[in-house]
């Protein structure tokens, strides 16, 4: 592997972290698919680089499914819901973006303290790799914890899946049953999610949690 | 020969209820689909039971091994009992039309389709595989819990999904960190995933790598164990549901979970380099007793207080597994045992409860003892039973339990008989409530139906009282190998 092969391999997987911060700030519903689909895109890059660099024919599968289901179908799919339920002018009220994107900040510092020591003898390339890796998944994390809205979470809720996916193949040579598994777990999710979107809105008008939390079984009575 | 039927058992046991969701959701008459599902959950019951007496070869993916086969039998056990309790509780939520006949086909595929999950998550050689498997199991219950569609079924559901999502990403990605550690040892590829090849060549893996991978698997596997503080999901998902599915989650869904831990800290185990996971489990299983012993000091809904019960016996077993030593671990298997029996009897009558007062507020119920004889006892002896009092199993394990961690550090010990009497007060306050008092209401209930809840509680009874030589060696052969 030539310097500028893991230069390029690097600087698709820190997109992926820079990505995840735009998504962590945006307050709009169509940005936000618009950022997710971006995000997806630079998944699907960043495996095909991998699958070329590893001489390894199946990750390039991987990268498809990337690019196709999370690139393309699930921004469009989710684009018409939030255009039948009528939230597409919704401004979230985001925890306000200073303390996010400084919480961000620091999560990214803590993956790479956490991941780079441990990882010493994985070799230099998959260590800054995990690193990145880790960085999305926590900003996912905190994605889903920030966000009210149900649509917002899932998307948290994906990035978080593309930053295993980038784990994965990271991971030199991890076979690919689990690779597939984590396309399809994906593609569950969603199916589950759409379903409860569309019964959440038949019950409340909304799909802001908030309603939801209204109805949990402790308060009153 | 032996491996050949062993073999033949193992399809069985994977087969039959791949098939049997499939043909379910075919099925459109609930009275053809309900006895369907009874048989489907005995045939892979024998299959279990057949697994035990003849092993088949243990391949790359698939393995049948001592530990797993205690938690196999356990687990089609309650699995077949649940669904003969399942079949008389939907007759009358069709009755009542909260569910309609569509959804109960949903229900009877997805009932397969969950124990298919399970069983393919015990036997599985291959951690990806393993991993894949609990997530379906999770994403079967998730729907299962919504299908009420009730508001807050919804919401139930939807924290479980967030909850349950989140915590299997943890997992997934210390499951990646166990793969970098072993590749560098076994080399890439598949090799590398087989459980019982990693748990034999783990003294090379690199300590770091192992070490951080099982932070994000006890946190991510321990989200679906119900261990506190990542337990949000469990009350709401075992309140809201059907009471079968609570049935099936404390009976099996959480031993499941717990499962998967102790694969992965057998890996540990193998290498005297790491840090041990015990502290971690301990801590973890003793913040889960005790705070969910208050916890159900506070609860108004009957299904949440034993959904908060079986946060409370989690974090039992996990503090006893993470003790380790023949006799801790005896006592955790033991535990984990009599509690998914005891669990699911208490779910069995609550479930009928339920119905027959139509509501779950525990304000509301009163007198069962009178109202309802038969039921009103089996629900006090299954208390009884959960709160750990003799001769009930469950003492048993805990007695062996607490004498094993004052031998070995008190003050551990001191803390868990703390926790363990804080939440049998709070049963036993809520229980006088529920059984006794005054009560004008008479109920009629055909006494066969209450016939698994029996069946159950007098399997813990008689465990409590003498357990047969053959299964004390088996548990103990388990627990040695447990570490």
């Not at chain 1, 618009?34 to 660099?53: E, I, K, R, T």
């Not at chain 1, 003898?121 to 998959?126: I, Q």
């Not at chain 2, 590829?189 to 060549?201: E, F, K, S, V």
Request: hydrophobic fraction near 55%; proline fraction near 4%; include cysteine.
């Amino acid at each position: 592997m030539t310097p500028l092969d893991s230069d390029i391999a690097h600087l698709l997987a820190g997109s992926m972290v820079l990505v995840s911060f735009l998504l962590l700030y945006q307050d709009r519903m169509f940005a936000l698919l618009n950022f997710f689909a971006l995000h997806a895109c630079v998944l699907a890059f960043s495996v095909g680089w991998q699958a070329y660099l590893q001489r390894a024919p199946h990750l390039f599968i991987t990268a498809l499914i990337a690019l196709v289901f999370k690139g393309v179908i699930i921004p469009v799919a989710l684009h018409r819901i939030v255009v039948r339920l009528g939230i597409h002018r919704t401004i979230e009220t985001v925890v306000s973006i200073g303390p996010t994107m400084l919480f961000g900040i620091a999560l990214v510092g803590l993956s790479i303290v956490v991941m780079l020591p441990v990882t010493q003898a994985a070799g230099a390339f998959v260590r800054e790799d995990l690193a990145f890796a880790l960085s999305v998944v926590l900003l996912g994390f905190l994605m889903m914890v920030t966000r009210r809205n149900a649509v917002s979470q899932v998307i948290g809720f994906m990035s978080l899946e593309n930053g295993l996916v980038l784990a994965a193949t990271g991971a030199r040579g991890m076979p690919l049953v689990v690779e597939i598994s984590v396309g399809f777990s994906v593609l569950i999710a969603f199916i589950v999610v759409g379903i409860f979107l569309f019964r959440i809105r038949e019950r409340f008008d909304t799909v802001d949690l908030q309603a939801l939390d209204m109805s949990r079984g402790e308060s009153g009575s | 020969m032996n491996a050949s039927i062993g073999t033949a058992a193992l399809a069985g046991l994977l087969g039959t209820p791949a098939l049997g969701a499939l043909i379910l959701a075919l099925v459109p008459s609930y009275r053809i689909a309900a006895p369907l599902n009874v048989a489907l959950c005995a045939l892979t019951l024998a299959s279990a039971a057949l697994l035990y007496l003849h092993r088949p070869e243990p391949s790359l993916y698939l393995l049948v091994d001592d530990v797993n086969t205690v938690f196999l039998i356990v687990g089609t056990l309650v699995g077949f009992t649940t669904s003969v309790f399942s079949a008389g509780y939907i007759a009358h939520e069709l009755q009542t039309r909260r569910l309609k006949p569509r959804d109960l086909r949903f229900y009877h595929a997805m009932y397969q389709l969950l124990m298919f999950a399970m069983d393919l998550a015990l036997v599985s050689n291959n951690i990806g595989l393993m991993w894949v498997a609990i997530e379906l199991a999770t994403l079967t219950t998730v729907v299962m819990v919504g299908i009420y569609r009730t508001n807050a079924a919804l919401e139930a559901a939807w924290k479980y999904f967030i909850l349950g999502s989140v915590g299997i990403a943890l997992a997934l990605f210390g499951t990646i960190l166990v793969y970098l550690a072993a590749q560098e040892h076994l080399g890439q590829g598949i090799l590398a995933m087989a459980w019982d090849r990693l748990a034999a060549n783990s003294a090379g893996f690199d300590p770091a790598l192992l070490n951080l991978s099982f932070v994000f698997l006890l946190l991510g596997y321990g989200t679906k164990v119900g261990l506190a503080p990542v337990h949000a999901w469990l009350p709401d998902a075992h309140a809201e549901g059907p009471t079968p599915i609570s049935a099936v989650l404390s009976g099996l869904l959480l031993n499941v979970a717990l499962f998967a831990l102790l694969r992965f800290k057998l890996i540990m185990a193998g290498n005297p380099r790491v840090h041990s996971p015990g502290p971690m489990m301990i801590t973890m299983g003793l913040i889960s007793l005790v705070f969910a012993g208050f916890m159900i000091y506070r609860r108004r809904d009957i299904k949440r207080m034993f959904a908060y019960s079986s946060i409370e016996h989690m974090g039992i077993i996990t503090l006893a597994f993470g003790l380790g030593g023949p006799l801790a671990n005896f006592a955790g298997l033991l535990h984990m045992t009599m509690h998914s029996l005891t669990k699911s009897a208490i779910f069995f009558g609550v479930g009928y409860i339920s119905q027959l007062e139509g509501t779950q507020r525990m304000a509301d119920i009163r007198g069962l003892t009178h109202s309802q004889p038969l039921l009103g006892w089996l629900l006090v002896l299954g208390v009884v039973a959960i709160a750990g009092l003799p001769p009930f199993g469950v003492f048993t394990s805990e007695f062996l339990l607490v004498t094993s961690t004052f031998a070995r550090s008190p003050w551990l010990a001191i803390l868990l008989v703390i926790g363990l009497l804080i939440a049998f007060s709070a049963l036993t306050l809520r229980l006088h409530g529920l059984a006794f008092g005054e009560t004008a209401r008479q109920h009629s209930l055909p006494a066969y139906r209450l016939a698994p809840m029996a069946l159950h509680l007098g399997l813990v009874a008689a465990a409590g009282i003498y357990l047969p030589e053959p299964v004390v060696a088996w548990f103990r052969h388990v627990a040695s190998q447990l570490g």
